[in-house]
């Protein structure tokens, strides 16, 4: 079963992969992640031994990154996972306990850090009122999870913003229902509340949300009606951008990364007829209005976009859906750039993260032989 597979990890179907990657997963490794050399400019680090894929990646500081996932075996329920490393030590990506790890059937599927005492890791879960939710405060994970509605299936991303204020994004199955209804929620430091959309808002599904203080934050995902859809909190209310320079039939956002309130990007699929499988969709925030940005035209679907000094740089597939690819910026615009094979691989990646002009990718391998997908990490330099 190929869970968070290509083909399948777009914004309009987030939902669908989490599921299929909580349906037939456990916790039991099952054997090494494929290594290989990289080409120059990309090294593939070495994660535990375990079966699994990873979904999102932060940078707690400097020298400490985060990125969870799941861990998987062919028969039984998921279970959690979250990968540390920290450069200054030769011990690479270890796995740390945190409280979840005993609910088996769900996943980890959003990191976020505002500093080394305030991070937050939220996931998925198909069972109960709560999403799992762990924050850090310098010294332990505990346990905070998310209240949602009664559900089939939910699930939140999250943006750390300091102790006393989160935003967590995201979707949830009513009992009995076929499609996904969006949510918000608020950290206070005293628990999460819930927060109501805006009014005549028509998200379906909200992928992503980044803060870059209190008062500027971004939630962005997809409307009832396949369209890409972008939310803005100024610090007192939510709104729902009207204008995105979206040229194209159907599209959604999956990722979103700001540098501050006036640069803003977001990347996802855009759909120009009924039978495209999709292109890579970017949009940007320059303070004024948002634009459509011109991508190479065989970069297809995008998954995350992160900020370096040189610009951006997103992560997705090529538009054939056949090799993962970074996308970055130029002196001329946007560049596409084939990510390396891994044991004769193209890796799937999911999340990317920077710090100055060291980036992380995260995703899943998944060699035509294997029954379960290995935990894929690329770094550069």
């Not at 916790?27 to 400019?41: D, K, R, T």
């Not at 996932?69 to 996972?81: A, F, H, Q, T, Y």
């Not at 009513?174 to 999460?192: D, F, M, N, Q, V």
């Not at 949300?209 to 934050?217: E, G, K, P, R």
């Amino acid at each position: 079963m190929r869970t968070a597979g290509r083909k399948h990890r777009t914004a309009r179907s987030a939902a669908a992969v989490v599921a299929a990657v909580a349906a037939g997963v456990s916790c039991l490794a099952v054997g090494p992640a494929a290594q290989a050399v990289s080409p120059p400019g990309w090294t593939v680090q070495r994660t535990p031994a375990l079966s699994g894929t990873l979904l999102s990646v932060a940078r707690l500081d400097a020298h400490t990154t985060l990125a969870v996932g799941n861990i998987m075996v062919v028969k039984g329920p998921g279970r959690p996972l979250l990968l540390s490393r920290d450069d200054r030590d030769h011990r690479g990506w270890r796995v740390v306990p945190t409280p979840e790890d005993a609910r088996t059937g769900d996943i980890y599927s959003s990191v976020s850090a505002s500093s080394t005492k305030d991070a937050w890791v939220t996931g998925v879960s198909f069972t109960g009122l709560t999403v799992p939710a762990e924050h850090w405060n310098g010294r332990t994970w505990q346990t905070a999870e998310v209240p949602v509605p009664a559900h089939s299936g939910a699930g939140v991303h999250v943006a750390a913003v300091s102790p006393g204020d989160a935003w967590a994004a995201g979707w949830y199955f009513p009992t009995g229902a076929s499609e996904t209804r969006p949510l918000l929620r608020h950290w206070t430091g005293a628990g999460w509340h819930a927060v109501a959309l805006p009014h005549g808002s028509d998200v379906a599904n909200l992928v992503s949300v980044t803060a870059t203080s209190a008062h500027d934050v971004w939630a962005v995902g997809y409307s009832t009606r396949d369209q890409p859809r972008v939310l803005h909190y100024d610090g007192r209310t939510w709104t729902q951008v009207a204008k995105l320079g979206f040229h194209g039939l159907y599209g959604e956002v999956g990722g979103v990364a700001a540098h501050g309130p006036n640069d803003v990007w977001a990347v996802g699929r855009v759909l120009t007829g009924e039978h495209d499988r999709g292109h890579a969709l970017v949009l940007h925030w320059d303070g004024h209005a948002w634009h459509q940005v011109t991508a190479p035209r065989d970069a297809g679907p995008l998954a995350s976009v992160t900020l370096t000094p040189q610009g951006i740089l997103a992560v997705g597939e090529n538009a054939a859906q056949t090799a993962g690819i970074a996308l970055r910026s130029t002196a001329t615009g946007l560049a596409e750039q084939a990510l390396p094979r891994v044991a004769g691989t193209s890796p799937d990646p999911v999340a990317v993260t920077s710090e100055g002009n060291r980036i992380t990718v995260v995703g899943e391998l998944m060699p035509p032989t294997a029954a379960l997908p290995s935990p894929l990490i690329l770094a550069e330099p």
